[in-house]
């Protein structure tokens, strides 16, 4: 017997997969004095090396006449990684925002993936700061997802020395080096702008009422007024 087998399909066709294959089934041939054989192959699985692997068979039969046919195995993983959350909640802080918890996606062939920013922190810019993670799978397959961050100061600023009120004689300084300056802090300001503002009730004679308000306002236009009354006698 010198006539090798004949394969029963000229062609094998192409099996594909996204992540791996872990078996394939084996072809067959014919032989002349063996009949039906079944192909034998040498290659390992799983496959999971992403892009065509080649498969040999080897058809033998019983007098060690041998052919063989190769098949393609094509792993080519197309599916991009797919966000645990539909949507990110939004993030919100008075003055600025040091870090974000990293959200996840799940990818089919990589499994759970966390999300990459280019975001510079901290956030400080008052208003909306959308924040796109990225999730990209060991193949270079990528989706992404928008959070928003939400800067929003909403804190009036809050006096520290508040300058008493006081009755003083018609001839005394009402000016603010005698009677006092007020100071205040913010949340997130350093630098409050204080400013005062002066209204006048006369009464009889030399008496009168000084109404001295006091307005203390951050840099993001929150303020808080204080009172000073100045009776004048």
């Not at 039969?61 to 990110?88: C, F, H, K, S, W």
């Not at 020395?161 to 913010?186: I, K, M, Y």
Request: one cysteine or more; aromatic letters at 4%.
């Amino acid at each position: 017997d010198t006539t090798v087998p004949v394969a029963d399909l000229v062609t094998l066709a192409d099996v594909t997969a996204q992540c791996s294959l872990d078996t394939l089934t084996a072809p067959t041939a014919t032989d002349n004095c063996s009949g039906s054989i079944t192909g034998n192959t040498t290659t390992t699985f799983p496959i999971t090396a992403q892009g065509i692997t080649v498969v040999t068979w080897t058809y033998e039969d019983a007098n060690g006449n041998i052919t063989t046919q190769n098949q393609n195995v094509v792993i080519e993983d197309t599916t991009v990684p797919v966000a645990d959350l539909v949507t990110l909640a939004d993030v919100t802080a008075q003055c600025s925002l040091d870090t974000l918890t990293a959200p996840t996606a799940t990818d089919n062939c990589s499994g759970s993936i966390t999300g990459n920013t280019t975001t510079t922190f901290p956030i400080t810019a008052q208003g909306i700061t959308v924040v796109t993670w990225t999730y990209e799978d060991a193949n270079g397959n990528i989706t992404t997802q928008n959070q928003n961050v939400i800067i929003e100061d909403t804190t009036d600023p809050v006096f520290t020395t508040s300058p008493a009120s006081v009755t003083v004689q018609c001839d005394s300084d009402t000016t603010t080096s005698a009677l006092g300056t007020a100071e205040a802090n913010d949340n997130c300001d350093t630098s409050i702008t204080v400013a005062y503002a002066d209204s006048t009730a006369a009464g009889t004679g030399n008496n009168s009422i000084i109404t001295r308000v006091w307005t203390a306002t951050d840099d993001n236009s929150n303020s808080t007024t204080y009172t000073q009354t100045i009776t004048v006698v």
